[in-house]
């Protein structure tokens, strides 16, 4: 009789061990890091785990502050793929006056962007994130190949792919 429950127990244990497999495969994925764009906090060469949400978790998980891995389509057959911090959510007005940048006229504390990646004499013009939109740019201000919502606008939810775990 106790074999029987022994033999369950294994079976049991081997269903729970592949159920919790699949859901961190579902929830987590990998992606590497191919750019200075967002150093310090990342770097070039770096691959980092990523949450995966879907929209509707995306409009409630994300926050200004918070690391995304997000999509760009580039014309209908070709993304390109970027990290990039969240700056402003939907709703709030954005600007960068002489490297600063400003959310609803207020300057944005930005401890992650060092002094060296600054652009001092930046400006953009303020922008009201639209709906379902978030204004993401990069913590290494000063690689101009590199581009964000300064240069392609806001980023809409749907193109938010996940959330950066560890940073």
């Not at 929830?27 to 060469?45: H, Q, Y």
């Amino acid at each position: 009789m106790m074999w029987i429950i022994e033999k369950y127990l294994k079976y049991l244990s081997i269903f729970v061990a592949l159920w919790a497999g699949l859901i961190l495969y579902r929830n987590f994925s990998c992606a590497k890091v191919f750019s200075n764009g967002m150093v310090p906090t990342l770097t070039d060469e770096e691959f980092q785990a990523i949450y995966n949400y879907n929209e509707r978790e995306v409009r409630q998980k994300v926050k200004t502050g918070d690391i995304v891995y997000y999509r760009r389509a580039i014309g209908t057959e070709r993304n390109e793929y970027y990290f990039g911090r969240v700056i402003a959510t939907e709703g709030h007005l954005v600007s960068i006056m002489r490297g600063e940048v400003f959310v609803d006229d207020k300057p944005l504390p930005e401890t992650y962007v060092d002094k060296a990646n600054r652009l001092p004499a930046e400006q953009f013009t303020s922008i009201v994130v639209p709906r379902d939109h978030f204004f993401i740019a990069n913590d290494n201000r000063a690689a101009h190949h590199l581009k964000d919502s300064r240069s392609f606008g806001p980023i809409s939810v749907h193109a938010i792919l996940g959330k950066a775990t560890n940073k």
